[in-house]
């Protein structure tokens, strides 16, 4: 008995370790962005002298996260909203009316494709349809690659609505198109939060595909707009951790309260392509 | 009443397979037609067969070493991340009070911005000043993390690693969760020590989380970028580089589409005969 009492108290001895080392390095980007960065380089463990927000004001006028603070939050909600609703629409016909396991099979083949094949050929299309230097040409490339893995999750859960339901709804003459609005719709809103949670995270990440589809400069992402603050102000490291804050708040807040949801679809088994 | 259905279903499913076949399916076919031509964005492609996949296979020591490198992280991925992620997620297991809190955090990483953590981590590695230089240097280990091209792969591979810990840890938590309690009480009855029962029961008994956790390893692994591109620009020369790093540089820095494309094929491939042979070995294991 006592054996296991110092079992269980090495435990937690090993995890509370485990667990103060992996919140440092965010406590110390988070404390160096209130600092002076002369006072970061004399002492990197320091705390700051007041809650100074000059770094903040920097990275977002000087160092434009502003422009690409808005361009990525427009972008992901517009793809948000888009990709959930054209996803789910496609799950309901999938999972209810042409139950085909090719269709199924077809909308999910995003799930095996990795974005990399992807980039040059967007690229090209982007030019040809002249949608380089617009919102919607990077939002349906944006669209187009949560669809499948929002397309999975919220099928799943279509599978789940009782067939009753949307018979005892045509009989009392509701339309199809009500149906699916009124009755169907928050039957699957565990999978439409899943789905949702998910694409905002991965979309608001995304780093590789706008480093290689955004080149105008007005509607780069927060994540190309970290990394060329590191080009010219790499070794403010006051002003880069603010950047840093700034570029992940929004995924932080969304964790906080919707942690549930994120390891809902990381745990799905569908292995994001 | 069938006509009403199927012109219902067809417009319903219309607006994203419209998105879908245009911006996915299309753009994978162009993929594979760009790797069987020449183009360097100027012009039209011209067609040349495989002279792209031979030039990859027979020419190009970059593309190797960065291959060589995508093996080497997905090796340690395998003998030191998971492992670790595993006995992580057992220990929590063991315990009551804070379990939520352990799991918030040690999953936390995973949802942070890769260019987040890949600038944070350039920082801390900075020779003169970072963090972690400094300290690893008091241990009396000191390197220039970003620029020897002895440890750069180190420098970039260790923080992914960290970062996408948490993602096993959940996988392997809810395997070993999902392990009837009535098995382990019995076999602790039985007189089974705790090693003897983490290896031949808990282990075998999570294996959908741990089938989920490798292939999950291998095509993360196979896919990597942000993290070189980042803290070292696959360098020096291609001592950091993975296979995308060519692969952008290829395609976006000298605009050689055609052998790009060919590079993104082999990634696709890769992925997919792991996906195929893993599937084959563990349903033959599972019949056993």
Same mark, same amino acid.
């Given at each position: 008995m006592h054996k296991a009492k110092v079992c269980k108290a090495a435990i937690y001895f090993v995890l509370s370790i485990l667990f103060l080392v992996n919140l440092f390095p965010f406590w110390w980007v988070l404390n160096t962005s209130f600092r002076d960065n002369t006072a970061v380089f004399t002492n990197t463990l320091g705390l700051p002298d007041s809650l100074n927000f000059e770094n903040y004001i920097k990275a977002w006028d000087i160092g434009n996260f502003r422009q690409y603070f808005v361009n990525t939050f427009i972008t992901v909600a517009l793809t948000l909203l888009i990709c959930i609703i054209f996803a789910s629409m496609a799950a309901y016909v999938s999972a209810r009316?042409?139950?085909s396991v090719f269709l199924y099979g077809f909308l999910s083949l995003g799930l095996m494709v990795p974005t990399h094949v992807l980039l040059i050929p967007e690229k090209v299309i982007l030019q040809t349809l002249n949608l380089t230097q617009s919102r919607l040409g990077i939002t349906l490339v944006y669209i187009a690659v949560n669809f499948s893995f929002s397309f999975f999750i919220i099928y799943t859960s279509m599978l789940t609505v009782p067939k009753e339901l949307e018979e005892a709804a045509a009989i009392d003459g509701a339309s199809r198109v009500r149906t699916f609005f009124t009755i169907v719709l928050p039957i699957v809103k565990p999978g439409l939060a899943t789905a949702s949670v998910m694409l905002c995270y991965t979309a608001w990440n995304e780093y590789l595909l706008p480093l290689c589809i955004v080149t105008n400069n007005n509607l780069k992402m927060l994540s190309q707009g970290l990394n060329e603050l590191k080009g010219q102000y790499g070794m403010d490291y006051g002003l880069m951790t603010a950047g840093i804050v700034i570029t992940v708040i929004p995924i932080v807040l969304i964790y906080t309260f919707l942690q549930k949801y994120i390891v809902a679809g990381v745990t799905s088994g569908a292995v994001k392509g | 009443m069938n006509k009403g259905k199927n012109l219902f279903a067809a417009s319903f499913l219309a607006p994203g397979l419209i998105v879908f076949i245009g911006f996915i399916i299309i753009p994978i076919i162009m993929n594979f037609s760009y790797s069987l031509s020449e183009w360097d964005a100027i012009g039209s492609p011209e067609f040349i067969g495989l002279k792209n996949y031979i030039d990859i296979f027979t020419n190009d020591p970059g593309y190797w070493e960065a291959a060589k490198n995508n093996l080497i992280i997905v090796f340690f991925a395998f003998i030191v991340q998971n492992p670790v992620a595993f006995i992580i997620a057992w220990l929590v297991t063991r315990i009551r009070r804070f379990s939520k809190a352990y799991q918030s955090v040690f999953f936390l990483p995973v949802v942070i911005s890769t260019v987040a953590t890949a600038t944070m981590f350039y920082i801390m590695l900075n020779s003169d000043v970072g963090v972690i230089s400094k300290f690893l240097a008091m241990l #009396?280990?000191?390197?220039?993390?970003? $620029?020897d091209p002895k440890v750069v792969l180190v420098s970039v591979i260790a923080p992914q690693l960290w970062q996408y810990l948490g993602i096993h840890f959940i996988m392997f938590l809810g395997g070993i969760q999902a392990i009837e309690n009535d098995v382990l009480e019995s076999a602790r009855i039985d007189g089974a020590s705790t090693g003897c029962l983490l290896w031949r029961i808990i282990v075998p008994l999570s294996w959908p989380s741990i089938q989920m956790s490798l292939i999950y390893t291998f095509i993360g692994c196979l896919k990597t970028f942000d993290y070189s591109y980042i803290m070292?620009? #696959? #360098?020096? #020369?291609?001592? $950091? $580089?993975?296979i995308a790093t060519i692969l952008f540089k290829e395609g976006f820095m000298k605009n050689h589409y055609g052998y790009a494309t060919a590079i993104a094929v082999t990634i696709f491939v890769y992925s997919l005969v792991f996906t195929l042979i893993f599937k084959t070995v563990t349903k033959k294991m599972d019949l056993n």
């Open positions: 009316i042409w139950k | #009396g280990i000191e390197y220039a993390w970003l $620029s070292t620009k #696959g #360098g020096p #020369g291609n001592a $950091s $580089s993975f």
